[in-house]
């Protein structure tokens, strides 16, 4: 019977020695093989976590004679996500000081009586719609003042027809006139709109975005520029949609039955307003009603143009 047991005793060690072999071989003794990459039986991921813990354990014990001392090594990515963070900071801290700054000097020193008169509500006179553009702010380029204008951005500064159905840019609409019942809205384009560019590129390959499917809306300014000027290069024809697509949304305004009543009775005007930032010039227009329709077949009629340089 003892020769029996001892026989398949043999048998047992014989069979697991090759399992044994690659487990002796990996001596886990030594932190620093924990990110050979020879070693991938384990994930990297983990191993990193490992030899991180490890490290921490040997600073908390490197005032101890008996302890040996490993030395740490900042990788690439760890510098990386530090020059990150701290280019986040600066931009912050820059953010922070420029509010404290508003802060002292405008709220409260230069104009913290109109403030005030801003907590009990708001009324003004301009419902503006511009470009999303980071190079194009309104309030920079005219002048408003914090209550005077409602404003609206988006890629382009489109408005589309009343049959397109809601958007955040007809809701705001409705708001600046039914409720604040502002005087004036005010379309801005500008020169180099990536957003024009990329509806004059666009072909019917089937290919869509959310930026394509927007811009969408200007199709109509978009087919009457190429038939017009399709003897000019892509940059003039951009150009000239840039201007096009504006009066495109006027006319839009119009398919808004609460806003064309208004236009209609004198008590609602709506500009156009086209910002050239490479020569810093500004036009304006104002949309005459009498004369422009917008239903099918829409008609422009345009008064009060202005070249400001």
């Known amino acids: 019977m003892a020769w029996l047991i001892r026989s398949k005793a043999r048998l047992l060690v014989s069979a697991t020695r090759p399992l044994r072999a690659p487990v002796d071989s990996f001596h886990c003794s030594r932190f620093s093989d924990l990110t050979d990459h020879s070693v991938f039986s384990f994930p990297r991921k983990w191993l990193r976590s490992k030899a991180r813990r490890l490290n921490d354990v040997d600073d908390n014990q490197s005032g101890s004679s008996s302890s040996p001392h490993i030395n740490r090594r900042t990788t690439v990515s760890q510098l990386e996500v530090s020059s990150n963070s701290r280019v986040r900071v600066d931009l912050f801290d820059e953010l922070k000081q420029r509010f404290l700054s508003f802060k002292e000097h405008k709220y409260f020193r230069e104009e ?154 004198g008590l609602l005007f709506v500009h156009g307003g086209y910002y050239d930032f490479l020569n810093c010039t500004f036009e304006k227009w104002t949309l005459d009603f009498k004369g422009s329709s917008g239903e099918e077949g829409a008609r422009l009629l345009v008064k009060d143009q202005e070249l400001w340089c």
């Not at 309030?139 to 005077?148: A, K, V, Y």
Request: proline share 4%; with cysteine.
């Open 112 to 265: 913290l009586e109109h403030f005030q008169t801003l907590k009990e509500a708001q009324s003004p006179k301009f419902m503006v719609i511009a470009c999303a553009d980071s190079r194009v702010c309104p309030s920079t380029i005219l002048g408003f003042r914090p209550g005077e204008a409602f404003m609206i951005r988006n890629v382009a500064n489109l408005v589309p027809p009343f049959e397109n159905g809601p958007s955040e840019t007809n809701a705001a609409l409705e708001f600046a006139v039914k409720t604040l019942e502002v005087e004036n809205i005010l379309i801005i384009g500008h020169s180099c709109c990536g957003g024009i560019q990329t509806l004059m590129s666009m072909r019917d390959d089937g290919d869509s975005s959310f930026i394509k499917s927007w811009v969408t809306t200007g199709t109509v300014a978009k087919l009457r520029t190429e038939a017009a000027a399709n003897h000019l290069s892509f940059d003039q024809q951009c150009r000239l949609c840039e201007k096009e697509s504006i009066n495109r949304s006027l006319l839009n305004l119009l398919t808004y039955s609460w806003i064309e009543d208004r236009v209609r009775k």
